[in-house]
């Protein structure tokens, strides 16, 4: 479950927060690891697009493939616990 703590954050009650960071990214930060997600909001009332490749550490370096699809999935929930519409992950 998410609980709104800033108009841009979430926490999940293990502990991870998803916050929007841009117009174009998405953060999962969980302790001191922070994944950076590219996103697309495109028009009002459409999906929200979250691209999984483009993913990015943010001290450097790419999660792997099982981290990168881990982290997508909680950064989806999350983002519709912030937005009121779908969020579509691609693996591009």
């Not at 519709?80 to 519409?85: A, G, Q, S, W």
Request: glycine residues 8%.
């Amino acid at each position: 479950m998410f609980t709104r703590i800033a108009p841009k954050q979430v926490r999940h009650d293990s502990g991870f927060i998803v916050q929007v960071a841009s117009r174009e990214t998405v953060e999962h930060v969980d302790g001191d690891r922070v994944a950076v997600f590219v996103i697309e909001i495109g028009s009002p009332g459409h999906a929200l697009t979250l691209y999984t490749r483009r993913a990015t550490w943010k001290d450097g370096g790419a999660p792997t493939d099982e981290e990168r699809r881990v982290l997508a999935e909680q950064v989806r929930q999350g983002l519709t616990e912030l937005i009121d519409r779908p969020v579509e992950i691609t693996d591009e």
